[in-house]
């Protein structure tokens, strides 16, 4: 069974940062791109990475997100800084993994003083 896991969210205050990951488990043999959402209320991409390294970013965090990737770990990391209260949502993983696409459960992340 394939699964995506997510980490890292929590409470921190604006102007601060926190980094997420996400690791995929299971019976894998190809992992193509993967990516980072956010739903409050509405689900939107965040930023996406393909397996060679080429990303992709949403304008309203261009400059303050970035996206990793370690494929050996099959994991994939979002590094957030200069956090806002906009930016406080849910966050989920996306993997297309053997072909099929997989979310993971998200994590909450709270921007707030």
């Known amino acids: 069974q394939v699964q995506l896991v997510e980490s890292g969210g929590g409470l921190v205050q604006p102007g601060g940062s926190l980094r997420l990951s996400c690791a995929a488990s299971?019976?894998?043999?190809?992992?193509?791109?993967m990516g980072w959402y956010r739903q409050a209320p509405q689900r939107e991409l965040v930023a996406t990475i393909t397996?060679?390294?080429?990303?992709n970013y949403a304008d309203s965090v261009k400059g303050r997100f970035t996206i990793s990737r370690d494929n050996a770990a099959k994991t994939v990391y979002l590094q957030m800084n200069s956090l806002k209260s906009e930016d406080t949502a849910d966050y989920y993983c996306?993997?297309?993994?053997?072909?099929?696409?997989?979310w993971g459960k998200g994590t909450l992340v709270t921007v707030s003083s």
């Open positions: 299971g019976r894998i043999f190809s992992i193509s791109d």
């Open positions: 397996r060679a390294g080429s990303t």
């Open positions: 996306n993997a297309e993994i053997n072909g099929r696409i997989y």
